[in-house]
């Protein structure tokens, strides 16, 4: 919630030239301002806000320069006198109208018709599910061999860790790399305890209480944040947009904000984004920033109104223009995506620069990636870098996973295996999936940190389990080979199927293997061939070698020589050397092809040019 003050008011000065001042009373105006700021001397101070808007009210009040003095006096100067004055009503600043928000120099687009937001579809149900008993063996398979794996971890894990401080350090230049893989938040631990102390006093909390009971706008929309935050009086969201009403009902903006914010939370009132909506328009018209980019969301997102993403551009463009950062982020947004305004990555990249400066985390890693790709910028490998590093240290994952990529690519910065180890886990330890995956690749291969297959197993499984088909595929490989975790075919098949049902040619084709042999699964020739042909058919050299097998031998399908030539000769064009050989005997006695002793002799010597006797 916003707690505003207003400045250090010092009216009376504005009225200094008038005949009505004698100078008699400007010394008593100028020591009873004085006083106050002695007894209250915190700039931020509400009693000193509201004692000072007492002293105008007196001071403009309808009174003769006598009545004027006594009352200071009374009031401010003389301790024994009573208090109860009858001030003159103050004009609310809510009460002046707010200047309308210059328009921005981008010339509005013709609004375009609001499109229905497309969702993703979801990835399909794998079309071949294991046999209820297959599955349940996989699973069982799966928690015993996790189970042994996890406990030869703490040994490995702590060999690791001595061999990845020592590695990272040499690569980095000194820079050690004390990270856990699953590290407690830092801030946790420098983070000083809050003062429970409350910033009113007595006198304070009781004058600003009058002043909102006497229905001064500005006094409401104050006493309503120390109910919402608890400042100087019990906690009470009921309290705090009961009284935010009242100041929103007397034209206060910044209350009709916070009245919005509570009815979009559900802070003290039932939700109610259409209730929501309403006061944030009221907040945008008096040209409140915030409230604008409230309102510009809920047309983006359709929330308490109908969704109107060229009505988004035009709140999101007003609080833009004002320099809201999180405004001017949406409408590069807005521009990147064609979204209620024509596609324009040129002007995307001007309000993702206006935002990214001001410090916008995301806007910074927008930013970096137009200039990665070359969209509305000319391309900076180096400068995609710079956004980068600042999104990723305020904890952007993406930005800290691209950034890890440009170290581990040399791309716009020095190579240094070691620096993309870094930021791989940072954006790793946050759950993102492809940082996981890559991590894993740097245990496999030793690439930065000391080569443990047990990490990369742990890694592979974290992406595998997020849907990365190829950290599904690598994972199956783990099981299927016995490294990093207990060898289980069951286990291996569980995660082949995952990878792939998702297109995966190299698992369709392991997953075919398994079939053909009864590893980790039943044997079964036909479904072996339905999965080398998946593979076959995305090019895949050596399931169209075995495809072509299974068509000469009638495995799992009809036999047909002239169908195993077709699929000998595609795996022979990749260089795939017994698909060669294959070839040529099937010229050689003119089996699925015509006879040809020369075509033959040629395809033999491919074969023996590889090595093949």
Known sequence: MKHSHLAFVLSCFALSASPIFAENLWDIVEEAQNTIVRKYPSEDSIARKYALK????????????????????????????????????????????????EADSDEETPAVETEADEETPAVETEADEETPAVEAEADAGDSKTEAEADAGDSKTEAEADAGDSKTEAETSAGESETEEDNPADESDLDEEASSDESDFDE?????????????????????????????????????????YRQAAEQGYAEAQYDLGNCYFNGDGVAQDYAEAVKWYRKAAEQGLAEAQFNLGNSYYKSEGVKQNKAEAVKWYRKAASQALADAQYCLGICYAQGDGVSQDCIKAVKWYRKAAEQGVAEAQYALGKSYCDGKGVKMSKTEAVKW???????????????????????????????????????????????????????????????????????????????????????????????????QNKTAAVKWFRKAANQGIAQAQYDLGNCYYN??????????????YR??????????????????????????????????????????????????????????????????AKKWYRKAAEQGLE
């Open 54 to 101: 007492e002293l105008e009210a007196i001071v403009t009040g309808d009174m003769s320069e006598a009545q004027r003095i006594e009352a200071i006096r009374k009031r401010y100067l003389d301790p024994s006198s009573s208090s109860d004055l009858q001030i003159p009503a103050v004009k609310s600043e809510a009460d002046e109208e707010t200047p309308a928000v």
């Open 203 to 243: 006198d304070e909390m009781s004058l600003l209480q009058e002043r909102a009971e006497q229905g001064d706008a500005e006094a409401q929309y104050d006493l309503g944040n120390c109910y919402f935050n608890g400042d100087g009086v019990a906690q009470d969201y009921a309290e705090a947009a009961d009284l």
């Open 388 to 486: 980068y590093r600042k999104a990723a240290e305020q904890g952007v994952a993406e930005a800290q996973y691209d950034l890890g990529r440009s170290y581990s690519d040399g791309k716009g910065v020095k190579q240094s295996k070691a620096d993309a180890v870094k930021w791989y886990r940072k954006a790793a330890n946050q759950g993102l999936a492809e940082a996981q995956f890559y991590l894993a690749i740097c245990y496999d291969q030793g690439n930065g940190v000391s080569q443990n297959y047990t990490r990369a197993v742990k890694w592979y499984r974290k992406a595998a389990e997020q849907g990365i088909a190829e950290a599904q595929f690598n994972l199956g490989k783990s099981y299927f080979d016995g490294k990093g975790v207990t």
């Open 518 to 531: 009864g590893d980790g699964v039943k044997q079964n020739k036909v479904e072996s061939v339905k999965w």
């Open 534 to 599: 998946k593979a076959a058919e995305q090019g895949y050299g050596d399931a169209q070698y075995n495809l072509g097998n299974s068509y000469y031998e009638g495995d799992g399908v009809k036999q047909n020589k002239a169908e195993a030539v077709k699929w000998y000769r595609k795996a022979a064009e990749q260089g795939v050397v017994q698909a060669q050989y294959n070839l040529g005997i099937a010229y050689e006695h003119g089996e699925g092809v015509k006879q040809n002793k020369t075509e």
